[in-house]
């Protein structure tokens, strides 16, 4: 086990494979618990497009390795705002590391040398190793060959958005695990006049949640027209 995190961070509590809405991606979860415990593959790269909960998965996989006594480290990189490569320093002692957003090393030569040789180091210690970008690793602008090699091992799986049906039971699973119920009919009518994408829905449903509390009042179309129209942009 690592002694200490090389960063400040924390998992999400409710970023969990149970707090996760599969609807056509089960076998992406099957697979990366799989590759957790050890009885899959050692790398696995998932890919999608934005909001259909890359980040929620690897924290998902963090606290999944937590459950079976694994160390694990999770973190996000950004475009424009790179850490300190020396992020990595004994990286590789942690049993299971989940990397998101990959694809903004792509072009800068000093984390592109300093990723290969944390990948080098953790993967012959037999380790686990789960990188989420937003394309395949074929289509990643890594310039170091040797990398954009190593990128392409292992299990590469694409995540699949969700079917119109699928969102409005996503809705409703979510909105229930919330502690409250969302009828079919007003889940259709959020996916019709709002953003798909789950993190924005899962924020507007928390903001609906206040609402109809305050008001003591169930989420009715009627009262989800009302509410949407008076609160909301």
Same mark, same amino acid.
């Given at each position: 086990?690592?002694?200490? @995190?090389?960063?400040? &961070?924390? &998992? #999400?509590?409710?970023?969990? &494979?149970?707090?996760? *809405? ?22 696995? *790269? ?10 929620? @998965? ?13 160390? =694990? &480290? ?19 002692? *942690? ?23 944390? *990948? ?29 090699? #190593? ?10 958005? +969700? ?26 009518? +959020? @996916? ?5 994408? @789950? ?14 509390? =305050?008001?003591?009042?169930? +989420? ?7 509410? +949407? ?5």
């Amino acid at each position: 086990m690592a002694e200490q @995190l090389p960063v400040n &961070f924390e &998992f #999400r509590a409710n970023q969990t &494979f149970k707090d996760f *809405f599969a609807g056509s991606n089960q076998e992406i979860i099957d697979h990366l618990k799989n590759c957790v415990s050890g009885d899959g593959e050692q790398q696995v *790269f998932i890919w999608g497009a934005q909001g259909l909960g890359k980040s929620h @998965l690897l924290q998902a996989c963090c606290q999944h390795a937590h459950q079976q006594q694994y160390s =694990a &480290f999770y973190f996000t990189l950004a475009p424009g705002q790179l850490p300190d490569p020396a992020l990595l320093t004994d990286l590789d002692k *942690f049993d299971v590391v989940c990397l998101d957003n990959i694809e903004y090393i792509a072009g800068d030569p000093v984390w592109e040398q300093a990723f290969f040789n944390f *990948f080098n180091q953790h993967r012959s210690s037999g380790h686990k190793l789960i990188i989420s970008a937003a394309c395949a690793p074929g289509k990643l602008a890594i310039q170091l060959p040797d990398l954009k090699t #190593r990128l392409s091992w292992g299990l590469a799986l694409k995540l699949q958005p +969700l079917s119109e049906s699928d969102s409005i039971a996503a809705l409703i699973f979510k909105a229930d695990q919330m502690g409250f119920e969302i009828s079919a009919q007003a889940g259709r009518f +959020l @996916l019709t006049h709002y953003d798909r994408d @789950l993190a924005s829905l899962w924020a507007l449903l928390e903001k609906l949640d206040r609402v109809s509390l =305050a008001a003591k009042r169930k +989420l009715t179309l009627p009262f989800l027209k009302k509410i +949407l129209a008076q609160t909301l942009p």
